[in-house]
């Protein structure tokens, strides 16, 4: 089975900050991986996709990077809409494993 | 635009199986290549990925689940479904029905209790 291990489990931080989040994997999943944007009650939502692609009408200030193992997913201005909590996601075997997600709040 | 809508019990006893069901609308469960799944998520904690299955019929589920999980689809009625049998109160969760692999579109979520 791959793991997906996440890193912090909570970020305090500012509107304005830059925020960064690592995912890891515990084994190469090339460039499979995937983001999530997920606020209480509801439905997770797709940001990045194959590590450093931007889903559709995702802010620009979202990025993702990496591949292999490790992965980065960055907010470069963070915005009062952005804390949430934020879910990697492995996508290279044939089931999908979720990191245990990292809640972003405001410090 | 394409919407899930998960329906079902909210209540399951002990031993029992959950069966919940994804209505697609907005596009048709057959006519692309895409995946087609579950999600769960306990109240307070993370996402677990439960299954797919492939608009070819072809499905993949979670290893620590596969026992006791089945995907299936009807293209009729433009639905998929998801069994889960002999249920505990470690499977209460809220259940999420989504598209594609990643998962681009997702279902609202549903509340499924398991309680004598």
């Known amino acids: 089975d791959i793991q997906m291990t996440q890193s912090p489990s909570t970020l305090s931080a500012s509107v304005g900050d830059r925020v960064t989040i690592t995912c890891r994997a515990s084994q190469s999943i090339s460039s499979w991986l995937a983001w999530y944007q997920q606020k209480p009650g509801k439905a997770p939502k797709l940001l990045i996709y194959?590590?450093?692609s931007l889903e559709s009408g995702v802010p620009s200030r979202f990025s993702g990077s990496g591949s292999g193992t490790e992965f980065t997913l960055t907010i470069s201005s963070l915005q009062p809409d952005d804390f949430a909590t934020y879910y990697c996601?492995?996508?290279?075997?044939?089931?999908?494993?979720f990191g245990q997600g990292t809640k972003v709040e405001i410090k | 635009q394409l919407q899930l809508q998960e329906s079902g019990p909210g209540l399951v006893k002990p031993s029992e199986t959950l069966s919940l069901t994804c209505t697609v609308s907005g596009g048709s469960i057959s006519s692309s290549s895409y995946y087609w799944g579950w999600i769960r998520q306990p109240p307070g904690k993370g996402l677990e990925w439960i299954g797919s299955i492939y608009y070819s019929g072809s499905t993949y589920y979670n290893p620590s689940l596969k026992s006791r999980v089945t995907i299936s689809v009807d293209t009729s009625k433009n639905q998929f479904s998801l069994k889960l049998s002999s249920v505990t109160a470690a499977d209460t969760a809220v259940y999420y029905c989504?598209?594609?692999?990643?998962?681009?579109?997702w279902g609202q979520g549903t509340l499924v209790t398991v309680s004598s």
């Open positions: 194959k590590a450093s």
């Open positions: 989504a598209r594609g692999e990643p998962r681009t579109h």
């Open positions: 996601q492995q996508y290279n075997s044939y089931w999908g494993t």
